[in-house]
């Protein structure tokens, strides 16, 4: 009896200040045969709130995290 909840991260850019982020939800579905239908949810983007509309798994979007992306946006080339 596994109840592990399958947590998604899918990777998103703001087409209005380009800022990278990620839109992280829980997906419900235990089975690959169950198929939930999808919904429409929106997600607002955390560096300038322009929200956006994405495709989830129906009853995610009530898990529904957004979070800016680490990492990138330096120029640098560094390789240390
Ligand atoms: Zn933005």
Do not use: I, N
């Amino acid at each position: 009896m596994t109840a592990t909840r399958a947590r998604k991260s899918d990777p998103h850019r703001c087409p209005e200040c380009d800022a990278a982020f990620e839109v992280t939800y829980f997906d419900d579905r235990q089975d690959d045969r169950a198929q939930l239908p999808m919904t429409t949810a929106e997600a607002a983007c955390p560096a300038c709130g322009h929200a956006r509309s994405l495709t989830l798994p129906a009853g995610a979007e009530r898990t529904l995290v957004v979070e800016l992306s680490d990492g990138a946006g330096a120029d640098e080339g560094g390789g240390g």
